[in-house]
């Protein structure tokens, strides 16, 4: 594994289908605090008028707003599977993310475990090269010569 060419996460293409596209766009817009305030302005933009309206009994939706409770379940009920369908592409997403960060990981592991077994064996080869390098030192001290060649002459 270690040996293998690194692995690359795929590419920035969008290979999203035409779903996962708008699943991603409402889940973007829903979960947004500009979704919330927009949202909360219609719905008083729907109360208002109505419990305005409602005096001279000309409200087209009256007080328990039916029609709007109606309105609100039908919008949760469609934007909450759309939701966790991106929710669940995002996690298919991360899961793949981990798997690759797993395998770069432990080649990584693998290759560092390689380079501590080649400094092991340095380190040997260093300590039989000092130890010859010494016994060569010690040889040396102990020869001496008897007459200097040149000296003589």
Known sequence: MAAEAPTAMSAVIDDRTFG???SDAVTRVGGSWAFIFWFSAALAGWAA????????ARAFDPYPF???NLILSTVA??????????????AEQDRRAA??????????ELEIMHLHDRLQLNEAQLQRIEAAIAAL???QA???PTATPLADA
């Open 142 to 144: 102990e020869w001496k």
């Open 77 to 90: 009920a469609l934007q909450a599977p759309v939701i966790m369908m991106s929710q669940n592409r995002h």
């Open 66 to 68: 039916i029609f709007l």
């Open 20 to 22: 996962e596209r708008v």
């Open 49 to 56: 008028p109505n419990l305005l309206l409602a005096r001279s």
């Open 99 to 108: 798997e690759h960060d797993y395998r770069v990981n432990l080649r990584a």
């Open 137 to 139: 030192s010690a040889s």
